[in-house]
């Protein structure tokens, strides 16, 4: 008899499948509707459009391409892992509370990179007669006042993010400061814009120059993907 494997995830949903058709007599489900119920992993997305970039080396740009999809792998991992303890009842277990808290560190590490990157590789000024830098002058006074607060946060000692976030209730923006990947968020914000200021993120070219790495930053905004992050 020929033995087919299976891995264990789809070998139960086909077996839940089964026993639900074995009750209800329903006819037989195809493979591919099977195959819609398993959980896909996240794949990490290509950046290397970016390589090029102004005032970016392309040694820094893989090391960090690198370092983003470690995120990605160590998110997948959890999500598993953490599903796999609650289906064999361990929620209780300290493992369990430990992978918990760490999941949000290594989602959010994740996706502030993506966000960042996706806010790279532009060239230009924002368009002050947008909607986006019209905002930034309805709460800042201007522009310039929007883009010193930025900077500021960016030059704090320390390693994290600045986000630029859109309040979803008020729509009203504000500058914050990241601690690492997951502290410091503001719930039910949008991210419109995210500055990456780990040491990684620049010390291969810059050293402790952290300012000259923000303004290589600004060079290189996409101002049109930021706008388009606007509610
Ligand atoms: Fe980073």
């Not at 089964?18 to 896909?40: N, V």
Request: charged residues 25%; hydrophobic residues 40%.
């Amino acid at each position: 008899m020929k033995t087919i494997f299976m891995p264990r995830r789809q070998f139960l949903t086909l077996s839940a499948v089964g026993g639900l058709l074995l009750l209800t007599g329903q006819p037989k489900i195809s493979f591919a509707q099977t195959r819609k119920e398993e959980k896909m992993p996240y794949n990490a997305k290509d950046y290397s459009k970016l390589i090029g970039m102004e005032g970016f080396s392309e040694t820094l740009l893989k090391n960090h391409f690198t370092l983003y999809q470690g995120y990605v792998t160590n998110t997948n991992k959890l999500a598993d892992t953490l599903a796999q303890m609650l289906k064999e009842g361990k929620t209780a277990a300290p493992e369990y509370a430990e992978l918990k808290r760490r999941f949000g560190w290594e989602f959010d590490g994740m996706r502030l990179h993506e966000y960042y990157f996706e806010n790279l590789g532009a060239k230009g000024a924002i368009d002050k007669s947008g909607k986006l830098a019209k905002k930034m002058a309805g709460a800042f006074g201007s522009y310039e006042e929007w883009e010193k607060d930025f900077k500021g946060a960016g030059t704090m000692r320390g390693i994290g993010w600045v986000t630029l976030y859109q309040d979803t209730a008020s729509g009203n923006l504000f500058n914050c400061w990241i601690n690492e990947h997951d502290g410091g968020h503001l719930v039910g914000c949008n991210p419109i814009l995210i500055l990456d200021v780990f040491e990684h993120a620049f010390m291969i070219d810059y050293g402790l120059k952290r300012a000259d790495y923000i303004t290589a930053f600004f060079k290189n905004i996409d101002w049109k993907a930021a706008e388009g992050r606007l509610k």
